[in-house]
């Protein structure tokens, strides 16, 4: 079954203990994403990569990291978490192109106390 | 850049009557495309419809389909036939031709009443 999946689903942690969601597909996407969903202003993206060691900044990527080492994987790396990171979080991958459609991720929901 | 506005934080309608959400979009580009995502309890984001604009054609799927006014700058959904099922979060959103970024609109709760 063409899927992307996260892992952890739910965490609750601590201010300042590193913690990495990882992000798999299993569809040879290219294009692989990560957004940040809060009450009252969607969806915003964190970091996007077009490929392999491809990766960029997104529209609120302060306190956190990526990597794509893999072509199926993009984990999302929060080294220093702090309670402003409390959100819904989802990854999602597609091919390249405007038209393609963003298969997303089932969201891990992220509480920093 | 671009921005998305779903200025409906809420709406409601009663099961089988129609509904229509409302959308609006800024960009200075002539190629794009537009999105609906549909986003129920269990958090899962589902593709309900999209629209080229290069196409003048209004795009459907079932019982949803898309008001689209380029000039405008207009994207409404309408759904026929409301169903409980279709109780949910839903999100405008724009991807430019050149980029793979979506760019979401704040979301429109929409309740169907029995």
């Known amino acids: 079954e063409a899927q992307v999946t996260q892992n952890p689903r739910y965490l609750i942690t601590v201010t300042g203990k590193k913690l990495t969601v990882t992000c798999s597909q299993n569809m040879n996407h290219e294009y692989m994403s990560w957004y940040r969903q809060d009450p009252g202003l969607g969806l915003r993206q964190i970091y996007y990569?077009?490929?392999?060691?491809?990766?960029d900044k997104g529209d609120v990527p302060e306190g956190y990291k990526v990597s794509r080492k893999e072509k199926r994987n993009f984990p999302l790396i929060l080294e220093s978490p702090s309670p402003n990171q409390t959100s819904l979080y989802f990854c999602?991958?597609?091919?390249?192109?405007?038209?393609?459609?963003?298969?997303f991720g089932p969201g891990t929901r992220l509480t920093v106390t | 850049a671009q921005t998305v506005t779903q200025s409906q934080p809420e709406m409601s309608v009663q099961e089988a009557e129609t509904v229509t959400l409302s959308c609006t979009y800024d960009?200075?580009?002539?190629?794009?495309?537009l999105f609906w995502y549909k986003q129920p309890p269990s958090r899962q984001m589902i593709l309900v419809i999209r629209q080229e604009a290069y196409k003048q054609q209004n795009a459907t799927e079932n019982r949803f389909s898309v008001n689209f006014q380029k000039a405008a700058k207009s994207f409404s959904l309408k759904i026929s036939d409301s169903q409980l099922g279709d109780a949910a979060m839903y999100f405008c959103?724009?991807?430019?031709?050149?980029?793979?970024?979506?760019?979401f609109g704040t979301g429109t709760r929409l309740q169907v009443f029995p």
């Open positions: 990569s077009m490929n392999v060691e491809v990766t």
């Open positions: 960009t200075s580009e002539s190629d794009y495309y």
């Open positions: 959103a724009y991807r430019s031709a050149d980029t793979d970024k979506l760019i």
């Open positions: 999602a991958s597609s091919f390249p192109g405007g038209s393609n459609e963003q298969y």
